[in-house]
């Protein structure tokens, strides 16, 4: 049987230490129905919490692949559309040059094919030059650039410059064109076997440049579905069953109020005493 003193109100401590639980509990219920997450700092769970930091870090490096992979896709864009343009202007010098083999063609009008036929090369020479992006040209340079390809930066997506310049000319180059004019038909005949070299040699490149282009495009995607699984598994990490917070933030209130009665019964229960003392 208990001691009834002034002094010592056991029932009221008891009530007083299951209130402060309950509140306790309640505050954890509400953070992690405002905050969604189950575990908000390392003293929730210090494991999941580190788990979930680290994830998120890693998730967050591929952010920077991604832009890099943009830069190059970027890159790789300006460099075919450039290289169809001079394609197109290859085909057009080809059939300048094709004309200029025949020998029915007067000299005024040789004249007038070969403005054309070197304007036209020149348009190229502009165009190779001004197919840069972010100082990047995968046409007229001859390095390969990497791109990043994962967010601890072992992997990258190469692509391979073209090199191309159209000057000097050189046999050695792919895309080499010698200084004939169409002024006779011999060296028409050069400038057609030239563009015609040239020409195949191009759309060779531009044909590897787009593959190399569909392997940035692949990465990006990947990057893409790898950023979301992160996403996802921090979220079954740490994020909290809001159902279930709101089914044990309703029995709380309940308990939190229950303990307030408690504590107030448990307070006044001593007032009998008074009455052994008259």
Not at 120 to 129: A, G, P, S, V, Y
Not at 200 to 228: H, N, Y
Request: charged share 20%.
């Amino acid at each position: 049987m208990g001691i009834n003193s002034v002094n010592t109100n056991a029932q009221a401590l008891v009530a007083l230490q299951g209130l402060n639980a309950t509140g306790r509990d309640l505050a954890t219920t509400t953070t992690r129905i405002a905050t969604g997450r189950e575990v908000n700092s390392a003293k929730d769970d210090g494991a999941t919490y580190a788990i979930a930091k680290r994830q998120t870090a890693d998730a967050n490096a591929l952010n920077a692949v991604k832009d890099s992979l943009a830069r190059g896709r970027g890159a790789v864009d300006v460099a075919l559309a450039a290289g169809e343009q001079v394609v197109d202007l290859l085909t057009k010098m080809k059939a300048l040059a094709l004309t200029g083999t025949e020998e029915s063609i007067p000299r005024s009008s040789r004249q007038s094919l070969m403005d054309d036929y070197w304007t036209m090369h020149l348009q190229i020479m502009r165009t190779f030059e001004g197919a840069d992006f972010d100082g990047i040209n995968l046409l007229t340079g001859s390095q390969t650039v990497s791109f990043l390809a994962s967010g601890d930066g072992a992997q990258t997506v190469d692509i391979d410059g073209l090199g191309a310049k159209f000057t000097p000319y050189t046999p050695t180059d792919p895309y080499y064109m010698r200084g004939h004019t169409l002024d006779e038909v011999e060296y028409a005949q050069y400038c057609l076997s030239d563009v015609s070299h040239t020409l195949k040699s191009m759309t060779a490149a531009l044909a590897k440049l787009g593959t190399q282009g569909e392997a940035l495009d692949g990465q990006t995607a990947l990057v893409g579905k790898l950023q979301d699984q992160s996403e996802i598994g921090v979220g079954n990490l740490i994020d909290a069953d809001l159902s279930k917070e709101s089914a044990k933030l309703t029995a709380l209130q309940t308990k939190q109020s229950l303990g307030v009665q408690a504590l107030s019964i448990a307070t006044n229960s001593a007032n009998w005493l008074r009455s052994l003392f008259g």
